[in-house]
């Protein structure tokens, strides 16, 4: 599985973005599909997820931020809304294959690049 990050940016605090996190080889319906982002600093952390029809938030980004896919696209997305200047980092996709609510780094065996987001205040 290869996966290919794209979305980030510059947004304002309170602003929107959306990543996109596109896939291609093995059967990408049947994956669990993440979201991760690493401050500078800080340890990577799990920010979204989703696994089949469920979808699961790490706390810091609950009620603002949205996952979503489109297995048509072999994509994932994340809506982020009502950015704060805490969610700049680099965000990563991350992929594997099986069932259940995934939030660990090592759950996830197929990782994608990274893309930048910045928030300013």
């Known amino acids: 599985v290869q996966l290919q990050a794209s979305g980030g940016g510059l947004a304002q605090a309170g602003g929107s973005l959306r990543l996109s996190c596109a896939a291609s080889g093995r059967v990408f319906s049947s994956s669990v599909m993440g979201w991760f982002r690493q401050a500078p600093g800080k340890e990577r952390e799990f920010v979204a997820g989703?696994?089949?029809?469920?979808?699961y938030y790490g706390d810091p980004v609950k009620g603002r931020f949205t996952i979503s896919r489109d297995n048509a696209k072999n994509t994932v997305y994340l809506q982020m809304n009502s950015l704060k200047p805490e969610d700049t980092a680099v965000y990563y996709c991350?992929?594997?294959?099986?069932?259940?609510?995934?939030?660990?780094?090592?759950?996830?065996?197929?990782w994608g690049q990274g893309t930048q987001v910045t928030v300013s205040s």
């Open positions: 991350a992929a594997d294959y099986g069932l259940g609510v995934r939030t660990r780094i090592r759950d996830h065996r197929y």
């Open positions: 989703i696994n089949r029809g469920k979808t």
